[in-house]
């Protein structure tokens, strides 16, 4: 699969290597103060500052804020699909796939928050502009090898077959969101364990759409 990327200008100024280097470092740099300030609260000054670069530096490299934050979206959802690709491909029984998958989906939205909003729930204008362009899909790629999975699992009769896969697959993704989306809303509730609840929704959803 060709995997889309958010265009990039390119620098002249740097020597060979070390803007790549520098790129990274900006990325790394933008990524944490997104999670620590939002979207909205992070600005250029402060991501340059974090590299010890000035603004001016910084925009050798990126067009503008909505650009830094589209590309880290864009470089967790590639590592997303490489994960489920790993998965479904791998030689596990059809649904160890499907669980692993959505193991997977939850551990991504629980660990990298500020990614899985801007993906996935309401963004900013300029975001929402470029998302669908950029991101859709290799969004529909992910869902796509989910539901094979599905169907593979109803084939093998581990999961229900009176259902339609892409429904079934829809319904299982959005019970995970539901639980991610609830827990970043509210993020100092005394919640328990990501793991434990990921266990305890998953079990539940695999009893009741468990072949009969």
């Not at 991501?47 to 530096?57: K, L, M, N, P, Y």
């Not at 830094?68 to 590592?79: D, F, G, T, W």
Request: proline share 4%; net charge neutral; with cysteine.
């Amino acid at each position: 699969m060709t995997i889309m990327h958010v265009d990039r200008p390119r620098s002249e100024r740097k020597a060979s290597g070390s803007g790549h280097l520098r790129r990274a470092e900006l990325l790394a740099a933008a990524e944490k103060i997104f999670t620590v300030s939002g979207y909205e609260g992070a600005t250029i000054r402060k991501i340059a500052d974090e590299v010890g670069v000035s603004s001016t530096a910084l925009y050798m490299y990126f067009q503008d804020k909505s650009q830094i934050m589209l590309e880290i979206c864009v470089h967790a959802l590639e590592e997303l699909y490489h994960q489920l690709e790993a998965i479904t491909s791998g030689a596990r029984d059809p649904l160890s796939k499907v669980r692993g998958i959505l193991e997977v989906m939850m551990r991504f939205g629980l660990e990298q928050p500020t990614a899985y909003q801007l993906l996935y729930c309401v963004a900013p204008k300029e975001i929402s502009e470029r998302r669908n362009e950029v991101i859709a899909p290799l969004s529909r790629s992910c869902f796509q090898r989910t539901q094979n999975a599905v169907e593979e699992a109803q084939a093998a009769g581990q999961l229900r077959k009176d259902m339609s896969p892409k429904a079934m697959t829809e319904a299982l993704i959005a019970s995970c969101h539901g639980l991610i989306g609830v827990r970043l809303a509210n993020p100092y509730a005394p919640w328990s364990d990501p793991q434990q609840m990921t266990k305890v929704l998953l079990d539940g959803l695999f009893k009741g759409f468990g072949a009969k």
